[in-house]
């Protein structure tokens, strides 16, 4: 939709360089508001977007089968979030900068497991 000249509402943009597609809300000409990214290598994005980026809640679903669910500030994990992996692995807890960080439950074979990840390893607490 358009309000004069400027993107405004929901649409639909296909990038023809990058080829990726991007179904959702537009406010002023920027990707903002709720919409769905889907990318060439299979990725999916559908969630919270400010001026492009991803911010606040949102799924990204992953090629490889992985699942993130959670928090994003300007287009990074960040804050609570849950990431489930193709072999039924889920980690449930605190992201910072992108990576799982802090305290959270590893849910793994029907067991919960409440932990602390820190420098890449978890720690049982």
């Known amino acids: ?9 929901r649409g639909i943009i296909h990038f023809k360089v990058e080829g990726h597609d991007y179904d959702g809300d537009f406010k002023d000409n920027e990707i903002t508001g709720n919409g769905v990214f889907r990318w060439t290598n299979g990725d999916v994005y559908d969630g919270q977007l400010t001026r492009g980026k991803m911010n606040g809640f949102g799924r990204y679903t992953y090629a490889n089968g992985q699942i993130y669910e959670g928090n994003y500030v300007n287009g990074i994990k960040e804050g609570k979030g849950k990431l489930t992996y193709p072999n039924g692995f889920v980690y449930d807890g605190d992201f910072i900068g992108g990576r799982p960080r802090g305290n959270a439950n590893i849910i793994s074979g029907g067991k919960t ?11 049982q607490v």
Do not use: M
């Open 1 to 9: 939709q358009f309000l004069g000249d400027r993107l405004n509402g």
């Open 113 to 123: 497991i409440p932990v602390e990840y820190t420098d890449g390893r978890f720690y």
